[in-house]
Structures are given as structure tokens and as C-alpha cells.
């Protein structure tokens, strides 16, 4: 009764049963198909990964197909610092199918360094076809240098966005700030926007809108085929079969007899009527139901054994880890409790890009106002706060009470992939806690012991920085930050960069989009990227993979000037995904000496999915191998030269690795 309505084929049998077989569709034969799931990844709509059944219409994702796409304005933050801001408009989507497509307003404060405020309705999207108002409000940081916002429209589908507004709250009141063309009715074209990105139209529609005569329309303007994903394909009559629980078995047709209306044996409209409304009794309840948390852990462990494409080198018993998660979903006592639940269970996957969050828990927390690294095997200080109380270099003992190696150990069995990433992941999270309560810290500085109370800070830390993101160094060497130079920044510096007898790129963290380019001025011929392998999957459980879809690798030509000075990377634990990419490339092609750690071995376009509760859930979907077709998940890139930073580096203030790198290039 429960399954019939989406799964009509199926057969439930107990011991010494024959499951009855399937009734013959009708004549006349050839108005019947096949119809049979074929998978590039799992396809919510999140490129490059596509699901779609044979003989059935279904979106084609390119290389050029972006997650989302967003209509965005900005404006400056220097009147606005310190005070409140409120982002107000009009949104109605149509987005059927996959949990994952559905609209979404934002608002976000850009700081120096890094992100303030950010609210993207990530825990409440908008899949309302009917018009309705929506409003984020948000406080603009002290060194806040713009407010953005605007509204996405993610995966598949359509919304409309109308009566854009924005204020600052001054004196308990409201005062409209300037929006270009809040209401679209300055002509055909969405005129005072960013609106575009792969894959998505961007329309000013007359038809139909929220206030005045016009409104914007995002759409996924993806192209539409009912062409075979690819040549492998179940055949009818193909069948998952077997005892699942003790006594009772199940057979599942991976392929059936459809038309272009239904499929065959047919379900009936009345069971499928009841279904939904019993689902739509549940849809609401959050992580404090059980019966959300119960899904929850169902969705995520079934996503994970039939798409994660890893299971060949992370060695975990999942089934074993589905009861361990079930066990956990029903004695949790709320919805954080739940949280820490998904988080274990994604951490067996051993998937550095794994992760469970929930917008709506995050609210009210907040963070320690320095840096944390593990050095000498002791809690350190490794970029102190602005108040001046904690200095480089100190060791925490404890953190409200509790021993801070302890309280790491705990956070490192939440966070998924291999160890350096699980350490640099945790040790973001310490000492998080209420934001309105100060932190209680027990601190070694040289031979005294202090007890010192911090304020919690909204946001994280932002790494320091003793140099701009392009610097001169002594000797001629220049020094470029990938992760904060920008690419027209290190195009107008090219002239320089080519001419000097060194050079020092530094990527221990995520680079910006100049970082791929770069590697083009290193070489005098053609580059390559890491192999790129997305699972072609037609049947379960990882069994009979049918092959890998490998188109989207790079080709990267040489580019002029070229740089011809020695070279070096800084690199670590930080460096992961996309700055595993560019550190793949060096290490394979040896553009240059890796100084510093090894980074931390997860690469690959992540694959975001939606749970009960308001829970999102993001996994790595596909393989990726070394340019010799060696493993890399795990296993990362290490350096030619390691470097481990010392306490008392960190209590002089030396940028040990950028030294390590200034020596290998025989600079002083």
C-alpha cells in the first residue's frame, strides 16, 4: 500500500513464495517503450550531473550550465556600517520535480577579507506559484565595504521577481535605499542588474506582475532531449531480487513497459492522490519530529550508496552505518541533536566535501575572535584577535572548562574526508558557541598560565595577511596570493610577474579566478587537468557500474608572456576542490616547488540535496584521479617541501612556509 502508487511493478514475498509474475501490457506491442532510469551522478538539476528516463524528455546539463541563476545588485556599505539593513521584494516560482529546484532571495555584506551577514532563505525557499513578499533583514559589519542582493532561481524551472526594495534602519525607522529599476518597467531589457549566467534566461515579462506592468522572469533555459543519456541501458524483465529483512523478500524491475502517458502495470490515480496527501501531512515537520529525522537518514544513506562514486577506496561497512544513523534519528532530542547524527553518518564516507548544515540552527552562535591551528601537537593561537589578549603563538588548554584537544577529537568525528582536512574543518568550529556569551579560555603564554574571557564574534575570523595579495619582495621576488589576487589584478601585472627571477603563489586556501590562468604562463606546452569521472549508473547498490563520463576535463594552452623565473607553491589542509585542481596541475607538469602540507584530498564538483526539516546535505559526485590515473581522494597533494610551523615562528611573527619557499628558491 505504501509503495504500489510510484512502484506498481513491485513485488513483496515471504519465504517459500514466488513473487506473481507481471501481467502482460496490452496490445497493441508497439505502443509500448522501455522505460528505465539511466544517471550521469545523481541529476537534481545541479550541473554536470543529469538523471532522466529513457523515452521520457529530460533537461541536458552542458559544461556551461551554471547551479543557479541569480539577478544581483550591490551597493556601497560605508553609510550603512554598523546599522541594519532590510532586503524586501515580490518572488512566485513554478518548480516542480526535484526537492532541489526552487527560488530564493538574498542578501549579502561583502568585508574586507571576507563575508558578514549572509541570508540566502537556504532553510525557507520559495516554491509558491502565487505572488508573495518576502523580506531578509540583516546587520551591515563595521568594515563592511558593499551590500549584495538580489534573487536565484536554482536547478530547474521558473520564478518571477518584482518590487524590489532595500532600507536601513536609522532612528527605529525605515529609509529606502536606491534600487536600479526595482520594479522592471524600465524597458525590455533588466536594466541596472547582473542577470546572466549559463543555462538560465533572463526576461522582462509584462504579464502578470506583482505591481505596475512589468517583472523579471529567470528560467532554466537548458536544452530539452529524449535522447538515451548514454549507450548502456536495463533491459525488461531485468530485476532487483532478494530477502531484505529476515523472511521477506522483494523483487524491483529496473525496466518496464510505458507509453507516452503512463508506464505499465498502472498504479491508479486514486492510490497516488492518497499518497500525496499523506506525505503532505508530514512535510512540514522538522528536525524535532521523528519522522523527519527517520527521512532524513533514509534520503542521505540511499544517496550515498548509490552515488557516491568513492566506495572502491573508503573502505566502511554503510550498511552498518544506516542502523547506527536510524538508532540516532530516534533517540535524538531535537533538531541539533540531529544534526551531529547526519554529520557521523556522512563522516564514514570519508567525503571531504560532505557536510550537513541547517540555516535555521545556525542562528545565535557564534565564534572565537582569533585562529586555531594544532602545532607541536598543542591547541595554538595562529592569528590572534583584534582586542589585543590573545597574542600568536599561545597554547589553549581549555575552552569553557573542557580541554581543547578533547573538544577537537569530538569535532574531527563530525567532519568527513581524510585527516588534515577533518582536523582544518574542526578546528574552524572551535569554540563555537552562544554568541552572547563570552568564551572562557585557559592560555600558556611563555611560563604563565591565564584565564581570559572573549567575546564571541557573528562571523568567523579572517585569516591575517602581513602582505598585500601582490607583493615585491627582496631580491626581486614577487609573492601573489591566489586565494585574494583577482584575475584582472594579475593581469595588469603581468609585465613584472614575467620579468622576475622568482616567484612565490600561495594558495593555502580557495584561489580566486586568476589562479587557473597563471599556470598557463608557466609552461611551453600544453596543459591538462586531473581526470574528471562521472559514474554512469543504471543499477544499484554500486553493482554493474556501466562506465564513466569523462568530457569534462581541461585543456589549458600555453599563454604569453611566459614566466620563466623559479617558482613555488604554498599549500595545505585549506587547499581543497577547485585548489586541488590548480595544485594537481603543478604537481603533475612540476611547475614548481610545493612548500608547506598536504592538501586535503577531496576534488570534484559537489552535489547538493534537500531533506526534511529544512536540512541540506552536500556529497562529492564524482571520481577524481591524478593526470597519471592515481588515486587522489584521501591522498591529496603533498609537498616537496614540508613545512611544519613552530610555536616559536608563530611568536615572532614569521610566515615560516613563505620562508621555507624564499629559501628553496635561493633568495634571501
Known amino acids: 500500500e505504501l509503495f504500489l502508487p510510484v512502484a506498481p511493478s513491485l513485488r513483496l514475498y515471504g519465504k517459500g513464495e514466488t513473487p506473481a509474475p507481471m501481467p502482460p501490457p496490452p496490445a497493441p506491442a508497439d505502443r509500448w517503450q522501455t522505460i528505465a532510469w539511466q544517471h550521469l551522478g545523481m541529476g537534481q538539476g545541479q550541473s554536470p550531473y543529469v538523471s532522466a528516463r529513457l523515452h521520457r524528455p529530460h533537461a541536458v546539463a552542458g559544461e556551461e550550465t551554471a547551479p543557479f541563476g541569480t539577478a544581483t545588485q550591490a551597493l556601497p556599505a560605508a553609510d550603512l556600517r554598523g546599522k541594519r539593513v532590510r532586503l524586501r521584494a515580490a518572488v512566485r516560482a513554478e518548480v516542480d520535480g526535484a526537492a532541489s529546484n526552487q527560488a530564493q532571495l538574498w542578501l549579502r555584506v561583502d568585508r574586507q577579507g571576507g563575508t558578514g551577514f549572509f541570508d540566502n532563505m537556504g532553510d525557507r525557499p520559495i516554491k509558491s506559484g502565487d505572488w508573495k513578499a518576502y523580506e531578509i533583514v540583516g546587520d551591515v559589519a563595521a568594515d563592511a565595504e558593499r551590500v549584495a542582493f538580489g534573487c536565484f532561481l536554482s536547478g530547474q524551472g521558473k520564478a518571477w521577481l518584482d518590487d524590489v526594495s532595500v532600507a536601513v534602519e536609522e532612528g527605529g525607522a525605515w529609509r529606502s535605499l ?25 526576461t522582462v515579462v509584462h504579464d502578470g506582475a506583482f505591481a505596475g506592468k512589468a517583472a523579471l522572469a529567470i528560467a532554466a533555459g537548458g536544452e530539452i532531449s529524449s535522447e538515451p543519456l548514454f549507450a548502456a541501458a536495463p533491459v525488461l524483465g531485468e530485476a532487483q531480487e532478494g530477502e531484505r529483512v529476515s523472511g521477506l523478500s522483494a523483487r524491483v524491475l529496473w525496466a518496464v513497459p510505458g507509453d507516452d502517458e503512463s508506464t505499465w502495470p498502472p498504479a491508479g490515480a486514486e492510490a497516488l492522490t492518497g499518497l500525496q496527501a499523506d506525505l503532505a501531512k508530514v512535510a512540514g515537520a522538522g528536525g524535532d519530529d521523528w ?14 550508496e548509490h552515488f557516491y562514486p568513492y566506495f572502491d577506496v573508503v573502505h566502511v561497512d554503510w550498511p552498518a552505518q544506516l542502523s547506527v544513523a536510524l538508532r540516532g534519528a530516534l533517540t535524538d532530542h531535537d533538531a541539533l541533536g540531529f544534526l551531529a547524527t547526519l554529520r557521523r553518518l556522512i563522516a564514514a564516507a570519508q567525503d571531504g566535501h560532505g557536510n550537513a548544515y541547517n540555516p535555521a540552527l545556525a542562528k545565535g552562535f557564534g565564534w572565537l575572535p582569533c585562529q586555531l591551528g594544532v602545532v607541536e601537537g598543542k591547541v595554538a593561537v595562529t592569528v590572534a584577535d583584534d582586542g589585543g589578549l590573545l597574542h600568536r603563538g599561545d597554547v589553549v588548554r581549555t575552552i569553557d572548562g573542557e580541554d581543547a584537544l578533547a573538544i577537537l577529537a569530538r569535532e574531527e568525528t563530525l567532519r568527513s574526508g581524510a585527516l588534515q582536512w577533518r582536523r582544518e574543518s574542526a578546528l574552524w568550529r ?20 591565564l584565564h581570559l574571557q572573549l567575546s564571541r564574534t557573528a562571523q568567523p575570523r579572517d585569516t591575517s595577511h602581513a602582505l598585500e595579495p601582490i607583493t615585491a619582495l627582496p631580491g626581486g621576488v ?24 622568482a616567484l612565490v603563489f600561495d594558495l593555502r586556501g580557495y584561489p580566486h579566478d586568476g589562479a587557473q590562468e597563471v599556470l598557463q604562463h608557466l609552461t611551453d606546452t600544453p596543459l591538462q587537468s586531473a581526470i574528471w569521472q562521472v559514474p554512469q549508473l543504471v543499477y544499484p547498490d554500486h553493482r554493474r557500474q556501466v562506465g564513466w563520463d569523462t568530457g569534462g576535463r581541461w585543456d589549458m594552452p600555453p599563454k604569453e608572456p611566459r614566466f620563466r623565473g623559479k617558482v613555488a607553491f604554498l599549500t595545505g589542509p585549506s587547499a581543497i576542490s577547485y585548489a586541488e585542481s590548480i595544485m594537481g596541475i603543478v604537481e603533475a607538469y612540476h611547475l614548481g616547488e610545493i612548500v608547506g602540507a598536504t592538501t586535503a584530498g577531496t576534488n570534484g564538483n559537489v552535489n547538493p540535496f534537500g531533506l526534511p526539516g529544512g536540512y541540506m546535505v552536500i556529497f562529492t559526485g564524482m571520481r577524481v584521479l591524478k593526470n597519471d590515473g592515481s588515486q587522489h581522494h584521501l591522498v591529496g597533494i603533498h609537498p ?15 610566515d615560516e612556509e613563505l620562508a621555507a619557499a624564499l629559501k628553496v628558491l635561493a633568495v634571501r
Do not use: C, H
Open 478 to 501: 614577487v609573492y601573489v596570493d591566489l586565494t585574494r589576487a583577482q584575475g584582472e589584478a594579475i593581469e595588469a601585472k603581468m609585465a613584472e610577474l614575467a620579468a622576475a627571477p
Open 640 to 654: 616537496t617541501v614540508p613545512v611544519s610551523p613552530t610555536l616559536t615562528g608563530l611568536r615572532e611573527g614569521r
Open 178 to 202: 536606491p534600487v536600479a529599476n526595482p520594479g522592471f518597467e524600465d524597458g525590455e531589457q533588466p536594466t541596472g542588474w547582473q542577470a546572466q549566467a549559463p543555462g538560465y534566461t533572463f
Open 291 to 304: 519522522r523527519a529525522r527517520v527521512a532524513g537518514v533514509v534520503i542521505t544513506w540511499n544517496v550515498f
Open 430 to 449: 572551535l569554540g563555537l558557541g552562544d554568541v552572547s556569551r563570552p568564551a572562557q579560555l585557559d592560555v600558556e603564554r611563555d611560563a604563565a598560565k
